[in-house]
């Protein structure tokens, strides 16, 4: 009996050591989130196990007893230290101000004051030496003590409490160090059963609490517990919007936020095989499979369902450089993609620009030209008033260039009618020999200069292209591009149409005749369609191009109010 305990006393003053020198350098690290708490805690265990120690080797002389009172100036703090530790590892440590530390104070006070003053016997009652005693004297508890021990255990139970609680809604990320906190806040209970229920003639709670002191501090030193405590790390991915899973080595989803979640059908995912849990998303599978470099962090961009999503896969490293999984993070940038894509058309518009200006400009300025030859040779003064109104057309066709650049829609609407906006477009254009027939007129609804836009470039495309009598060269002169060409302008009850017979349009170029770039003629800009285009789409009206009776290009504009045509018969 007197070697066990021999054995046992210097046992623990080697563990009461161990705890002392960690507990130095965890208050050295107190700046760490739970670091006070963990070097109060390991601070008391060491004071624990030293007077524990003490009282075994002096047993049975008075100072035993001194050091038997003294284990109390150790287990107070263990315990309060145990407590803070589980508010700090379950981010709960804002609970822990000054009027939680006041409080826990009052127990320690109390029990102290009652030893030093209280009657004998309300803590321990001597009864004299013992043989079979662990300080060799007859100690009889008192209800104080009694207390006192319902007042530690309470402590420790609230502690596993909030422990095993974070260990049930933890996932998997933590499970490591969940079961090492686990096990550290078990011993102290198995130590309790087993004095209770077991003969045994040494106390064991001072040595599986030192237990509890060594296994945290391997968490907290080695593991980096508290770096990120669990919860927080949980509140930080929760709130991204980026959809993240955590896959082990066998690529089984360990974790997922809310997001990830949500983003595979709101259905549980962990636990899951990662491709079980894609395979109703079968791009995002095939990307995760193509993502299979463990060296290096891994990116590209999917398009499912007309949405994008940019997908990351970044391997994880433990400390000893071993891969233990890999983080999977979905983010959805279909936003950023159709600024993208708008900018990108946007820029196309600016590109695009000069050749605009050049194309709508070329008309008022090849009617001013001309305008002005015939009043130098005529010395007629209403040419001029011709060619002031071709300037003062280029000056509107500058603005609305601009505006289209600017992709501006229709602001400016007014009551126009049909044949007035024909005729005051063919004015603007060098026709020649070509000829206007208008048949029915309709009230339109639009911006004019944007709707006289429209006209010119199909009458202008029209002449340029339709005549089946256009020589080679020909824009090249002050003579018309076409001669003998008729242009034929329709009102429909839904909108109106403009038809020439000419060659027309092949119908496999129909869908993209309206496209920037697109001419049939090598001195062609491809820019007018574009903007006849433009125009209607800003009216909110439809456009398509088909055949006339002639075999010749038709212009079919509809989606505008609907109304009966009026006959009106007009030829130029």
Known sequence: ????????????????????????????????????????????????????????????????????????????????????????????????????????????????ATLFVGPDGVIYRISGPADAGMYGWEITVGPVFWGHLVYSYALIAVSSALIIH??????????????????????????????????????????????????????????????????????????????????????????????????????????????????????????????????????????????????????????????VGRVFLVHEITDQKQRERELERRNQQLDQFAAVLSHDLRNPLNVASGRLALARERNDPDEFDRVEEAHERMSSLIDEVLAFARDEKTTELVELQLSALAKAAWGHVDTGEATLQIAGDREIIGDRDQLLQLFENVVRNSVEHGSTSSQPGANDSMEPAGTGVTIRVDATPDGFTISDDGPGVPPEEREEIFTHGVTS?????????????????????????????????KLVVSGLETQPARPSETAS
């Open 1 to 112: 009996m007197a070697t066990l305990l021999v054995a046992y006393a210097f046992l623990l003053l080697a563990v009461a050591v161990v705890l002392g020198t960690l507990s130095v350098y965890a208050w050295g690290r107190r700046d760490y989130s739970g670091g006070t708490a963990l070097a109060v805690l390991l601070a008391g265990l060491s004071i624990w196990d030293l007077c524990a120690a003490a009282g075994v080797l002096t047993r049975g002389t008075e100072l035993a007893l001194f050091f038997a009172y003294g284990v109390f100036v150790g287990v107070m703090p263990a315990m309060a230290g145990l407590f803070a530790f589980a508010l700090a590892y379950t981010d709960r440590d804002r609970y822990l101000g000054r009027r939680a530390v006041a409080l826990l104070t009052v127990e320690p006070l109390v029990f102290f």
């Open 166 to 323: 974070y260990a049930l809604v933890s996932g998997g990320l933590y499970r490591k160090q969940v079961y090492a906190v686990l096990l550290a806040i078990g011993l102290p209970w198995f130590g309790s059963v087993l004095s209770i229920f077991g003969d045994t003639s040494i106390e064991l709670p001072p040595l599986l609490l030192a237990g509890t002191g060594l296994t945290l501090s391997w968490a907290f030193f080695r593991g980096r517990l508290l770096d990120i405590s669990p919860v927080a790390y949980r509140e930080v991915v929760e709130s991204l919007n980026s959809a993240v899973f955590l896959v082990d080595t066998n690529d089984r989803i360990i974790e997922a936020n809310d997001a990830g979640r949500q983003l595979l059908g709101g259905e549980p995912v962990v636990d899951q095989s990662i491709e079980d849990v894609l395979e109703t998303s079968p791009d995002l599978l095939e990307k995760y499979r193509g993502l299979t470099d463990y060296d290096k962090e891994t990116q590209t961009v999917i398009e499912q369902r007309d949405r994008f999503f940019d997908v990351q896969l970044t391997p994880l490293y433990d400390s000893h450089d071993t891969l």
């Open 521 to 553: 003629s090598e001195s062609g800009t491809g820019l007018g369609l574009a903007i006849v285009q433009h125009v209607i789409e800003s009216h909110g009206w439809t456009v398509e191009m088909t055949e006339s009776r002639s075999g010749g290009a």
